[in-house]
Nanobody, 121 residues
Framework: QVQLVESGGGLVQAGGSLRLSCAASGSIFSINAMGWYRQVPGKQRELVAAMTGVSSTNYADSVKGRFTISRDNAKNTVYLQMNSLKPEDTATYYC???????????????WGQGTLVTVSS
């Protein structure tokens, strides 16, 4: 079984920074893509940033230039460095991994439990 465990959320003032981490555990052989989504109550979950392989990245327009996604494939970990945070960045952030290949099967998609980020004005 594959699990994603996020950490690093919390309360920060506008203009501040936070770094989220997400570690995948299990008998993992490879992970195609890892990324971050966020969700506000009453709204759909939206993509924040994703990274495929070792260098292909995709960002939501609202976070370009402020957030940076990175991966440590040896540790099956993905990070999200969030700078210049705004109150509108307040949300629960979810880690996502796609096409996780383990010793026994391939998981098409795995979600973490979410970590809350609150940005005060």
């Amino acid at each position: 079984q594959v699990q994603l465990v996020e950490s690093g959320g919390g309360l920060v003032q506008a203009g501040g920074s936070l770094r989220l981490s997400c570690a995948a555990s299990g008998s993992i052989f490879s992970i195609n893509a890892m990324g971050w989504y966020r969700q506000v109550p009453g709204k759909q979950r939206e993509l924040v940033a994703a990274m495929t392989g070792v260098s292909s990245t995709n960002y939501a327009d609202s976070v370009k230039g402020r957030f940076t996604i990175s991966r440590d494939n040896a540790k099956n970990t993905v990070y999200l460095q969030m700078n210049s945070l705004k109150p509108e960045d307040t949300a629960t952030y979810y880690c996502y991994a796609s096409r996780v290949r383990t010793t026994s099967r391939v998981y098409l998609g795995v979600w973490g439990q979410g970590t809350l980020v609150t940005v005060s004005s």
